[in-house]
């Protein structure tokens, strides 16, 4: 990309892209991918040294046989984590899975770990969880990191100001035995939002906003770094959530410089660094910052005050809209697949989609399915209750999320709202478990993906926030979440 004219200071509504003045500065990503660079192969990729591997039960059965077919051992066992979590059932987690093809795929891992002599959390462990969440919650994902897993949505770790993107099958392989992988170094981006979020907006709000204005491709062949007032501002859980969706734009990845914030939320934690090698740490992280110099390969401002709760409307998580807003008008470009997302959807170009009637509420996943997303659903459900024809899953993300919601009073406030919690796991994120939706119905999700099909064959999935999302799950309707705080 040629220089650009450097801007000082800009919040822009409409995205400009620009690249500062050459400076002689890192980059947080370069620092990070740098220290971990074991050589680079002439015209082909880095051969790059993995800190964290993490394993869940679909992506990895043919990886360890490969393992078996060459007569190799996991080469840094101590390194790598498995959990299931995308076939889990959500209920009776302690009898049997009843679907053969999900109970395979689970009794595999565990036998695979034992076989390898890796760490595995099976269901009603009080480690287990969905990976993305158990990751940063036991403080095995640290700023500094290279985290991988057979899974699009590693970029979740990457709020811990961490190097985290998901690999295929084959590279999963590749760690296990070497624990590198191999890679080409993708290009660079900061995206930052400045000024200060509205009432009723979160982290959820942002990406859906990004990937409205950057579409599912905007940031392809990029690593994204995600900077500014309102990023600073984020808890980690909403920094867990803006990363996670790094993927929906088409980024290799997504992360955040590590601060106070993330310190904070580190220490203590099961796998987090003790006594003075906490304090060797945190000076190594606080180095761990792109240098005012820096030269990314590209940079985009958003302006907070453009952004007001949102929802999606088609099948991709770019298709998006501010929740008071009507759907565009066909465009001329694309016009087929905007169609057919439309068809699929049952809407029409121009029309609101407030007071759409819900038939499915989903709180949970990798998105939305930690202790700070069930307190924000709890907020608005309190003293009101769930409409009568609205089916609602609230999922916990993992054992200690659970334990949360029951030490904070919050399962109390859903119990009288009339809602269940269920056991943790993937659930209606995707259509691997029990947890589907069926063809037809709408579902307010706090999920990542609005596919077709994503939620069970012909559901019809609507992307939001856990305030819209309680919002929808009371009044039985899509509603401004503003409405009722």
Same mark, same amino acid.
């Given at each position: 990309?040629?220089? =650009?004219?450097? #801007?000082? +200071?800009?919040?822009?509504?409409?995205?400009? @892209?620009?690249?500062?003045?050459?400076?002689? $500065?890192? !980059?947080?990503?370069?620092?990070?991918?740098?220290?971990?660079?074991?050589?680079?192969?002439?015209?082909?990729?880095?051969?790059?040294?993995?800190?964290?591997?993490?394993?869940?039960?679909?992506?990895?059965?043919?990886?360890?046989?490969?393992?078996?077919?060459?007569?190799?051992?996991?080469?840094?066992?101590?390194?790598?984590?498995?959990?299931?979590?995308?076939?889990?059932?959500?209920?009776?987690?302690?009898?049997?899975?009843?679907?053969?093809?999900?109970?395979?795929?689970?009794?595999?891992?565990?036998?695979?770990?034992?076989?390898?002599?890796?760490?595995?959390?099976? =269901?009603?462990? #009080?480690? +287990?969880?969905?990976?993305?969440?158990?990751? @940063?919650?036991?403080?095995?994902?640290?700023? $500094?990191? !290279?985290?991988?897993?057979?899974?699009?949505?590693?970029?979740?770790?990457?709020?811990?100001?961490?190097?985290?993107?998901?690999?295929?099958?084959?590279?999963?392989?590749?760690?296990?035995?070497?624990?590198?992988?191999?890679?080409?170094?993708?290009?660079?981006?900061?995206?930052?939002?400045?000024?200060?979020?509205?009432?009723?907006?979160?982290?959820?709000?942002?990406?859906?906003?990004?990937?409205?204005?950057?579409?599912?491709?905007?940031?392809?062949?990029?690593?994204?770094?995600?900077?500014?007032?309102?990023?600073?501002?984020?808890?980690?859980?909403?920094?867990?959530?803006?990363?996670?969706?790094?993927?929906?734009?088409?980024?290799?990845?997504?992360?955040?410089?590590?601060?106070?914030?993330?310190?904070?939320?580190?220490?203590?934690?099961?796998?987090?660094?003790?006594?003075?090698?906490?304090?060797?740490?945190?000076?190594?992280?606080?180095?761990?910052?792109?240098?005012?110099?820096?030269?990314?390969?590209?940079?985009?401002?958003?302006?907070?005050?453009?952004?007001?709760?949102?929802?999606?409307?088609?099948?991709?998580?770019?298709?998006?809209?501010?929740?008071?807003?009507?759907?565009?008008?066909?465009?001329?470009?694309?016009?087929?697949?905007?169609?057919?997302?439309?068809?699929?959807?049952?809407?029409?170009?121009?029309?609101?989609?407030?007071?759409?009637?819900?038939?499915?509420?989903?709180?949970?996943?990798?998105?939305?399915?930690?202790?700070?997303?069930?307190?924000?659903?709890?907020?608005?459900?309190?003293?009101?209750?769930?409409?009568?024809?609205?089916?609602?899953?609230?999922?916990?993300?993992?054992?200690?999320?659970?334990?949360?919601?029951?030490?904070?009073?919050?399962?109390?406030?859903?119990?009288?709202?009339?809602?269940?919690?269920?056991?943790?796991?993937?659930?209606?994120?995707?259509?691997?478990?029990?947890?589907?939706?069926?063809?037809?119905?709408?579902?307010?999700?706090?999920?990542?993906?609005?596919?077709?099909?994503?939620?069970?064959?012909?559901?019809?999935?609507?992307?939001?926030?856990?305030?819209?999302?309680?919002?929808?799950?009371?009044?039985?309707?899509?509603?401004?979440?503003?409405?009722?705080?």
């Amino acid at each position: 990309m040629k220089n =650009m004219e450097k #801007k000082e +200071n800009q919040v822009v509504s409409t995205p400009i @892209p620009y690249r500062e003045g050459q400076g002689g $500065g890192s !980059t947080l990503f370069d620092k990070i991918w740098d220290k971990h660079v074991v050589q680079v192969v002439d015209d082909g990729p880095t051969q790059l040294y993995i800190d964290r591997l993490y394993c869940h039960e679909v992506t990895t059965p043919q990886a360890f046989e490969g393992l078996r077919a060459r007569g190799l051992k996991c080469f840094r066992p101590k390194q790598v984590f498995c959990m299931p979590d995308h076939n889990t059932p959500t209920h009776d987690q302690d009898k049997p899975i009843e679907d053969p093809v999900s109970k395979k795929q689970v009794d595999m891992l565990a036998k695979n770990a034992a076989e390898f002599g890796l760490t595995h959390y099976g =269901m009603m462990d #009080k480690n +287990n969880g969905i990976i993305h969440v158990v990751g @940063p919650e036991k403080g095995l994902s640290l700023p $500094g990191m !290279t985290i991988v897993c057979g899974d699009s949505h590693t970029s979740t770790h990457g709020a811990m100001g961490a190097i985290a993107f998901g690999i295929g099958t084959s590279e999963v392989e590749m760690v296990l035995a070497s624990q590198c992988v191999l890679q080409q170094k993708p290009k660079s981006m900061r995206i930052s939002i400045n000024g200060k979020l509205g009432k009723g907006v979160t982290a959820k709000d942002v990406a859906l906003y990004l990937m409205s204005q950057l579409t599912t491709s905007g940031a392809t062949g990029y690593f994204v770094e995600y900077a500014g007032e309102v990023v600073e501002n984020l808890s980690m859980e909403g920094r867990l959530t803006l990363c996670n969706l790094s993927i929906e734009m088409g980024a290799r990845g997504g992360f955040i410089a590590p601060d106070d914030t993330t310190f904070d939320y580190i220490k203590g934690r099961p796998y987090a660094p003790k006594g003075d090698e906490w304090e060797k740490a945190v000076a190594y992280w606080r180095t761990l910052k792109s240098d005012d110099d820096a030269v990314f390969d590209k940079e985009i401002c958003f302006d907070a005050a453009d952004i007001e709760p949102r929802i999606t409307y088609g099948t991709n998580p770019g298709m998006g809209i501010g929740i008071r807003e009507s759907l565009p008008p066909t465009p001329s470009k694309g016009r087929g697949s905007y169609e057919k997302a439309l068809q699929y959807m049952g809407f029409k170009p121009g029309q609101k989609l407030l007071g759409t009637k819900v038939d499915y509420v989903f709180l949970g996943a990798c998105t939305n399915g930690r202790i700070e997303d069930f307190r924000a659903f709890a907020s608005l459900v309190k003293g009101r209750k769930k409409a009568a024809d609205v089916v609602a899953w609230l999922v916990p993300g993992s054992w200690t999320v659970d334990k949360q919601i029951r030490e904070e009073g919050i399962d109390k406030i859903l119990h009288e709202a009339g809602f269940e919690i269920r056991q943790p796991g993937c659930s209606a994120c995707l259509a691997m478990n029990d947890d589907k939706v069926p063809a037809g119905k709408y579902c307010v999700s706090t999920s990542n993906r609005n596919f077709e099909g994503r939620q069970g064959p012909g559901a019809r999935t609507i992307l939001a926030s856990p305030l819209t999302a309680a919002a929808a799950a009371v009044t039985g309707v899509i509603t401004d979440p503003r409405e009722l705080m």
